[in-house]
């Protein structure tokens, strides 16, 4: 078991920045993916960044790539997301995630993040 405890979100004025933070506990040694997901009213949950772990491999939606930036801290027990030049899109309730090495799945419950003008 995983748990995930996400925060950092609020409001963000166009074009500005913001960072969420996520704090993992529990079997954290058996986590191989770690990443931040978003879901907009009316529309699916989408994959916003991850980051594999044994790799360090990082993955961006076309829509936030070379504006978002995932990282980790050094003992893998905090990701976080630096939201950069955010956009009216950006809104949403952006989830933490991990996928295990044997396939399971955990989520955080959100953390909602809304873009004024």
């Known amino acids: 078991q995983v748990y995930l405890v996400e925060s950092g979100g609020g409001l963000v004025q166009a074009g500005g920045s913001l960072n969420l933070s996520c704090a993992l506990s529990?079997?954290?040694?058996?986590?191989?993916?770690m990443g931040w997901f978003r879901q907009s009213p009316g529309k699916q949950r989408e994959m916003v960044a991850t980051i594999q772990k044994n790799v360090e491999f990082r993955k961006y939606a076309e829509s936030v790539r070379g504006r978002f930036a995932i990282s980790r801290a050094s003992n893998w027990q905090t990701v976080d997301l630096q939201m950069g030049s955010v956009k009216f899109e950006d809104s949403g309730t952006y989830y933490c995630h991990v996928r295990m090495y044997d396939g399971v799945e955990y989520w955080g419950r959100g953390t909602r993040v809304t873009v004024t003008n």
């Open positions: 529990g079997a954290t040694v058996r986590v191989n993916i």
